[in-house]
């Protein structure tokens, strides 16, 4: 049961941060964030303490932008960044346990299985890998995702999600490309297109922006959410509508498309709702947004302004409070109907 | 005698001229064409040797819009304002660049690069003015752009190829250069639609005799007009008339097929790379500028992800160019540049993109008359402000003019105004020439 109301969104706390968080993971059951950062490490940050401060993990970390950061046990974090490591970290200690040269090229985005038992990394080097969360050791890698566009350009590997499930990994790609694939066997199950989330200019600018930025299934795993922005006339800004489609995906067919009405950019991230009633996205232009849209209308519940571009979020297990982070900013949004109850929530469906 | 002029006038030189030009006409056959099988004559033939010592031939890499400093040639790893990505070793000791540059790494010894620009405007238009003619717009005079100048100087007078062309396929920003007070004569040849010349061909209708009896008609004509008249329009409007049929001749210089597979697989099938491959065999056919402009980098939203796909571009079609034009003999003759309007801001904005700046940015120059492996000038440690050896536009167009061999400060008489080359008070950047 959750305690949420969409339409109460307000935002109740801002923090500010001297540097561009790009990922957090939340504590369970507490408003401890762990987020990775531009200055090339991860901190802690107590959003709900009195006076809040961000508290730097020690000892030899990242050599470039942390992107992707993940909780896999009671006491561990594992980030990812830009130098194409994983990095274990004791949470209490805040101190690396094992480091891993995870990929070739940048690592984009992290997920954890529902379990806590699987993380799975996504790179430039257009490789997804699967990893023991305990020990390090890689799983198996896949890829279906080309390493050039259609264009001859570098293409990127920006998405991963797992199905709350845990079954499946969905991977996606600059040029709109998804691949789901069965966790336990490596075994591509399925692809679905969002080309409209890719735009190439060919004559103006001749080059590309956008891509899929963000994947969420829903709850019962049937539905897949692919998020980013869409078609750009000038793509020297992220000037177009944010945008979300979502698919059935296992039919390949595409059920719903949600073209946000006042905000433009990027959707960095989105999670549906336990009940896969409505899905909350976040992520922005030179400004922040964070809206909730009811998923089988595509209608927009509520939005409102971020008070700076989101790359990423975590929800409360009651899921009636938002914790985001991004450019020089932490945010906190609650959404609690009125006379909730404190209370004993399902999870979220992906805090990826 | 010019010091850049492919023919001076001597007896050795004309005997060349000649030969050249029977080369040219022995591949007509019923048409114009100077193609490269006749062209590459310039490869074997002794006199070829001699010209290759002697000429001096520029290519522009236009970076236009505006490439960041910090994710090519000036990268500030682990600052605030360095972004995600690393800094590289080059080949040369002690110089380090973007990652998103391997290739131009391992080939530093052959470039130089100025790390102290502070042009002063962010704006594109003059930005891109100021570093097209090396100066500020003054109200009295209309300057002429590097490549009308570098036309002038190192082009000559019955030259059977274009003396200045200039590509420009992309629609923003583009702008298609200016040969100022030089006249028309040294306007640049502009592409913009397509990579090959339009307009060029003889007409079907017209047979090659009634073309030159025409010409001849209409030369006849214009003389007779500009008897008496002394006027720097008419003999630049007589001049480009009699360029015509060099100019015709120049087509299949812009066709890309004429070289053989491998190589335009080396160039990659980039539209920048193809370019990049024209300028090679219009520098190898003798035309002194070639300007490629690699439109938009103007990344004011998602800098990196911009930059992951220009530089790309940018770093493989660069070495391929130097490593071509050094197997040909040509790249200790030809002076290959990249820079734009400016530089982009340290500061990164919330859309992950950077904006115009003008006070701290690069440009590089490689082969002709180059210190190669140098790096000039130095930017504060989150690139801010330049912290030594800054240089302006004037003093690069200076640089640029010394690797040639040209006097930046020759000047040109206009009316009774002089006229230097390169800005007054602009000094050569000596710790990168050779």
Redesign the interface.
Known sequence: MTTSDPTKLKMTKEFGL???AFCVARVPNSGRLIFGS???KLYEFDALAEKPQPVAFNGEGH???VTGVVLCAPNIAVSGS??GKLIWWDLEKREPIRTVSAHEL?IRRLAVSPDGKTIASVS?DMQCKLWNAETGEMLRQFSDHKPMTPH???S?LYAVTFSPDGKFVATGDKVGHVAIWETNSGAKVATVEAPTLYTWDP???????G?IRSLAFSPDSKLLAVGGTGQIGN?????ASARTEIFDWQAGQRVKEIVNDKFK?LVEHHVFDPSGQWIVSSG?????FVSFHNVETGKTLHQDKAP??VHQFALNEACDTLFAV??HKIAIFEFKAEAAKPAEAAPATSTN | MNPGSFFCGSADHGVNRRGFLSAAALGTAGTFAADMTQLDLLRHSAWADDVKKKEKRVILLWLAGGASQFETWDPKPGRPTGGPFRAIQTASSGVQISELMPKMAARMQTTAIIRSLNTKNGDHGGGSSLMETGRRKDPGIDYPDLGALCAKELGRIDSAVPDYVSLYSSTEGRRKGTSGFLGARYAPMFLSENMVPENVRRLETISDIDHQDRAALRDLLAKRFAQNRTSDVIGSHTNAYQRVRGLMASEKLFDIEQEPEAMRAKYGPTQFGQQCLIARRLVEAGVPFVKVARAWWDSHGQNFETHRELCADLDHSMAVLLDDLKDRGLLEHTLVLTFGEFGRTPQINPSLGRDHFASAWSASLSGCGVKGGACYGKTDPDGHTVAEGEASAGDLFATILTALGIDPHKEYTLGARPVPLSDFGSKPIKEVLA
């Open positions: 001297p540097t561009i531009s200055d090339f050599q470039s932008y830009y130098d940048w430039d001859d350009f570098p990127m004559r103006q600018r001749r080059h590309s922006i891509g793509i020297d800004h992220l000037e950019g922005g232009d030179n400004g922040g700076m571009h991004g450019h």
